[in-house]
Nanobody
């Protein structure tokens, strides 16, 4: 059984930083691309960032490009999201997810339906 557990969320002021982590167990973590999504109250789940199985390729939503960085450590079965210059509109529950494939391509990388497994989420709140 695949398990993904996020941590690192919290309350931060505008302009601050947070580092989210996702620990994976129960599967061959290094064989799959991973992604981060966010969901604010009353809104759909939005794509944030994705990383290929090797970590060589990354892709970001326009809204976070230049502020967030996704990374992974296959030796530790973890994927992280470094969030800098946070804004109130970043407030949401953040989820990590395991993709169906190894590489990240235009055809699927930002589609929640292309991710098989999800964590329980961690709340990020940015105060103005």
């Amino acid at each position: 059984q695949v398990q993904l557990v996020e941590s690192g969320g919290g309350l931060v002021q505008t302009g601050g930083s947070l580092r989210l982590s996702c620990a994976a167990s129960g599967h061959t973590f290094s064989s799959y691309a991973m992604g981060w999504f966010c969901q604010a109250p009353g809104k759909e789940r939005d794509f944030v960032a994705a990383i290929s199985w090797t970590g060589y390729s990354t892709y970001y939503a326009d809204s976070v490009k230049g502020r967030f960085t996704i990374s992974r450590d296959n030796a530790k079965n973890t994927v992280s999201l470094q969030m800098n210059s946070l804004k109130p509109e970043d407030t949401a529950v953040y989820y990590c997810a395991q993709g169906k494939f190894q590489t990240i391509t235009n055809s699927w990388r930002s589609d929640p339906g292309s991710y098989d497994y999800w964590g329980q989420g961690t709340q990020v709140t940015v105060s103005s």
